[in-house]
């Protein structure tokens, strides 16, 4: 029986079709993800079938990160793999759009973030024997219409605008992803209507930077959340990261909206570094006082609010000096989730052209945050044992009869399993970044 691309064409010699079988694999971050789940919605819409393992597949696509150094060599490693395993290959995500990279990866057919919508074309095309590089911008591209195929049917990832107001000297997201384009409100608004009607339980606002949503369209990220929480329904909404320069801009309103009870009580504001001369150098709109004043307000309105935020270490003109404001900036806000990353230099940026510091003067400052940050955490933690309350399911663990929930400051909650949606559950002890817990009878004393 002979494979055939989905044209509606026969087989030679079977009156039988054969849809081409597509593995996708997903790097990132959730915007990323999101991606993915386009991607997915646009090939069975077309007549592939996504298939679950490569090694099953006919074509592989890979829905690329490059936010690390280790993540691009990661790449270039998986994609050398795959392609033993597939005979075509697609690269899509964010590497395609940056030149140095792209022009490494030539081998493969390539397409750009901001392209999804061709994925089906490009991908028949390569079956065929071709190599295609799209990677243009497509803003006549409705992003908030395309299919889906959720990872998580509890889970709806919703991307509220695409791009960056931000110049940042160590980052590629402009190059990646290009300038803010903010998606309207009724579009937003419908997707998470239709999503909570399929009966979806957990709502996620993703973008670059959910902070700069609507200040290219006359609005705002609170006014948004605001039109949210007159949506009906039995959801929890979680929103994404927001830079503290454009947080500072309407921070009461931000902070008295985050504290409805429709949105978890979580917010994840990148700090970066502790030390405003290396803010500066790392061209970061904001002070270390604009962050400590953000998160005092954040938890005013919001006593139990879960704080996340992003640190890099080991910047090409950090000091050992420097490195410990830092950490004590961490250590005095008690910040209980930080997303630590050793410093690489991305190509295409200003800082990539710095003289990097002796790695392994980096390699000891990150294991030195890595310390402080689990103390903080783990503290942080203790405090919600004995906890009782409601939850909701988010996912099902593999390979173990246990679920993944959350509870309303975004705690992760690890029970047994169970089908329920939401439960009500008693914390029973702490592990390592997690809290157990058992349900219990709403009428248990």
């Given at each position: 029986m002979q494979i055939i691309v989905p044209e509606n064409q026969e087989a030679e010699g079977t009156d039988a079709k054969v849809p081409v079988r597509v593995y996708l694999e997903t790097y990132g971050?959730?915007?990323?993800?999101?991606?993915?789940e386009v991607m997915a919605g646009l090939l069975e819409r077309d007549g592939f079938q996504v298939v679950e393992s490569p090694e099953s597949a006919d074509a592989v696509i890979v829905n690329s990160c490059t936010v690390k150094d280790r993540t691009w060599l990661d790449l270039k490693k998986r994609l050398n793999e795959l392609g033993r395993q597939a005979p075509s290959v697609v690269?899509?995500?964010?590497?395609?759009?940056?030149?140095?990279?792209?022009?490494?990866?030539?081998?493969?057919?390539q397409i750009g973030p901001n392209n999804l919508a061709e994925l089906p074309e490009v991908l028949r095309r390569t079956l065929a024997g071709e190599r295609l590089v799209r990677t243009d911008v497509r803003h006549d591209e409705a992003r908030l219409t395309l299919p889906v195929r959720r990872r998580n049917n509890s889970v709806e990832i919703i991307p509220i605008s695409k791009g960056c107001l931000g110049a940042c000297t160590f980052c590629q997201t402009v190059i990646a992803r290009g300038r803010l384009r903010s998606f309207s409100a009724d579009q937003i608004l419908n997707r998470v209507r239709l999503a909570v009607d399929e009966g979806v339980t957990q709502i996620w606002l993703t973008s670059q930077d959910c902070g700069a949503y609507g200040?290219?369209?006359?609005?705002?990220?609170?006014?948004?959340?605001?039109?949210?929480?007159?949506?009906?329904?039995?959801?929890?909404v979680r929103v994404g990261m927001a830079n503290p320069d454009l947080i500072k801009l309407y921070l009461d309103e931000f902070a008295e909206i985050l504290a409805h009870p429709r949105f978890y009580q979580f917010a994840h504001v990148p700090l970066q570094a502790g030390n405003d001369r290396v803010l500066e150098d790392m061209r970061r709109l904001y002070t270390v006082e604009d962050f400590r004043v953000i998160c005092d307000r954040l938890r005013k309105a919001s006593p139990d609010i879960t704080i996340a935020t992003d640190i890099i270490v080991g910047f090409p003109t950090e000091t050992d000096d420097q490195f410990q404001d830092t950490v004590n900036v961490l250590q005095a806000t008690g910040i209980p989730v930080?997303?630590?990353?050793?410093?690489?230099?991305?190509?295409?940026?200003p800082a990539a052209r710095l003289k990097l510091l002796p790695s392994a003067v980096v390699a000891g400052r990150s294991k030195e945050l890595y310390r402080r940050a689990c103390e903080i955490a783990f503290a942080d933690l203790d405090k919600w044992v004995g906890w009782r309350g409601p939850v909701?399911?988010?996912?099902?663990?593999?390979?173990?009869?246990?679920?993944?929930?959350?509870?309303?400051?975004?705690?992760?909650?690890?029970?047994?399993?169970?089908?329920?949606t939401t439960a009500l559950v008693s914390v029973r002890r702490r592990e390592r970044f997690h809290l157990h817990g058992i349900p219990v009878a709403a009428n248990a004393k």
């Open positions: 971050c959730s915007y990323n993800v999101s991606d993915g690269l899509a995500g964010c590497a395609p759009r940056v030149p140095q990279q792209s022009e490494q990866l030539k081998a493969w057919s200040l290219d369209i006359g609005t705002n990220l609170p006014r948004l959340m605001k039109e949210i929480t007159a949506i009906p329904g039995d959801f929890m930080v997303n630590r990353s050793r410093y690489s230099p991305r190509p295409g940026t909701t399911v988010e996912e099902q663990l593999k390979g173990r009869a246990a679920v993944l929930a959350r509870n309303f400051a975004y705690k992760p909650v690890v029970l047994p399993a169970t089908d329920a």
